[in-house]
């Protein structure tokens, strides 16, 4: 099955600087790659998502890319401010079994 | 609105209670799916299902039970708890096809004594 590795496990910045978090892939066949924020005590929400026909996507201050070939995809969090401070998640999916395969988390805290 | 709610939110039990987080939508989607959330783990998939009466495991499915009777409720089902489910479970449902957002319930927190 799926295998979603992602890195770092935490990560410290200052306001206005750009963090970036890291995820790998292990199954070829995955075509959907959604992020997730998830606050403390809250559910994780959608924050931005892209397909495997492209191979960047931005919304704001958030991007997010996609190397198909390296079976790797990343975060990019520009301009950040202290509210951005969350538990980011990616997530792999594969169109045959509709599932999710999330990987372990990235806690990222924004220094004011 | 369109929500999914979890019941119930905080649960403590002992071991070998049978218990039953439920979960509903009004979002009509066909697509629901129960996960647990444990530290450095992520979120890992225990059971989804597809539509009515369609269930199938996911990562985790040991010690969890699940039925799709009607297209809005999705309960999970622990016959016989232990201390190792101790965990955040989540509820998430979506339209079917992959592209689509998936939308999480608030979150149960269960303690296994």
């Known amino acids: 099955g799926e295998n979603v590795e992602q890195h770092p496990s935490t990560l410290s910045v200052q306001e206005g600087d750009s963090a970036v978090i890291k995820c790998t892939y292990s199954d070829s066949a995955s075509n959907y790659f959604p992020w997730y924020k998830q606050e403390l005590g809250k559910r994780p929400q959608l924050i931005i998502d892209?397909?495997?026909?492209?191979g960047e996507k931005k919304d704001q201050r958030i991007a997010v890319t996609l190397n198909k070939t390296a079976k790797h995809f990343s975060l990019h969090i520009t301009e950040t401010q202290p509210e951005d401070s969350a538990v980011y998640f990616c997530?792999?999916?594969?169109?045959?079994?509709?599932?999710?395969?999330f990987g372990s988390g990235t806690r990222l805290q924004v220094q004011p | 609105e369109a929500q999914v709610t979890q019941n119930p939110r905080y649960l403590i039990t002992v071991t070998g209670k049978k218990l039953t987080v439920t979960c509903s939508q009004n979002m009509n989607h066909e697509y629901m799916s129960w996960y647990r959330q444990d530290p450095g783990l992520g979120l890992r998939q225990i059971y989804y299902?597809?539509?009515?009466?369609?269930?199938d495991k996911g990562d985790v499915p040991e010690g969890y039970k699940v039925s799709r009777k009607e297209k809005r409720n999705f309960p999970l089902i622990l016959e016989s708890p232990s201390p190792n489910q101790t965990s955040l479970y989540f509820c998430a449902t979506k339209r079917t096809e992959t592209y689509n957002e998936q939308f999480f319930g608030p979150g149960t927190r269960l303690t296994v004594l």
């Open positions: 892209i397909r495997s026909n492209v």
């Open positions: 997530a792999a999916s594969t169109a045959g079994r509709r599932a999710l395969t």
């Open positions: 299902s597809m539509n009515v009466e369609v269930t």
